[in-house]
């Protein structure tokens, strides 16, 4: 396993975050195992190195792993991604997974990903449970091209914008949960070259205070939820007071919950519809 301590070391070198999970990775790809079995598989033979060596460099250069993989995992799937959509988050399983068990306990459960780019949250909804009517909206061009890409057929993709708070009109009133991983980094925020050389500025960026989607976007929640539905949206770190108070601002809105990541960072707010 010489080779991948030597692609582990360059991407060090580099300052990338994770360099043996990277180098690993991209060598597991490379030999078509799982990362798991990556020390029975044996070393490469010599086209193959050379593939690995290359995408070493390239990640070296901080273009993602995951573009270099071409997929990236959310939950029980994984997705395509690629230039021009935004690059899911091993952090946004946690709203998927509040998400999913605040309708545990409902039949049929109407859901709806809102900014769902790559489709992932969409797709791991719909795949974790089948008996769920999902729906996904996104605005961006390239970004649709990837969900559709993505998502199976029973999701019913829209093309929208967030902030329209008469988007959906068939829908409200009568959903059960909403998800969003919207835009959230205030405007000017340093970014790792993987983010601001490869995700799409509209997809990261929202104004100066990175409200700019969230706050309108309430709007429309509050609009679709039925009564006792509930809604998770992921925010910026330095939304921890801003994001809950977004949605405190809602009437109709109610037990507003701030919830960290396994880092201990503010990462989303949770809310329910007020029950009639």
């Not at 033979?45 to 995992?73: E, F, S």
């Not at 939820?225 to 949605?247: F, K, M, N, Q, S």
């Not at 809105?253 to 701030?258: G, I, K, Q, S, Y």
């Amino acid at each position: 396993m010489q080779w991948v301590g030597a692609g582990e070391r360059e991407l060090a070198s580099a300052g990338v975050a994770s360099p043996r999970g990277d180098a690993e990775l991209l060598a597991a790809h490379v030999l078509g195992v799982r990362r798991s079995r990556l020390a029975a598989a044996g070393d490469p033979d010599l086209a193959r190195l050379a593939d690995y060596r290359a995408l070493i460099a390239r990640r070296a250069a901080r273009v993602p792993l995951q573009h270099l993989l071409g997929t990236a995992p959310m939950g029980p799937v994984e997705v395509a991604v690629g230039p021009g959509v935004f690059v899911p988050r091993l952090e946004t399983e946690l709203l998927l997974e509040w998400g999913l068990r605040a309708v545990a306990g409902s039949t049929a459960p109407c859901v709806v990903d809102l900014c769902t780019g790559s489709g992932a949250l969409a797709a791991a909804v719909a795949a974790s449970r089948p008996d769920a009517r999902v729906h996904a909206v996104e605005l961006d061009d390239a970004a649709l091209r990837w969900a559709r890409r993505n998502l199976p057929d029973r999701v019913t993709l829209v093309h929208g914008d967030v902030t329209d708070a008469g988007l959906l009109p068939g829908l409200h009133g009568r959903v059960d949960l909403v998800l969003a991983n919207p835009p959230y980094v205030p405007e000017g925020t340093p970014v790792e070259p993987e983010v601001a050389e490869h995700d799409p500025p509209g997809a990261v960026f929202a104004g100066p205070d990175g409200l700019a989607v969230i706050r309108p976007m309430a709007v429309l929640v509050t609009r679709l939820l039925r009564p006792g539905g509930v809604v998770a949206i992921e925010h910026d770190d330095t939304h921890a007071d801003a994001a809950p108070a977004v949605l405190r601002g809602q009437p109709g809105l109610t037990d507003v919950v701030e919830h960290p990541d396994l880092a201990g960072r503010p990462r989303f707010v949770t809310a329910r519809a007020a029950r009639c």
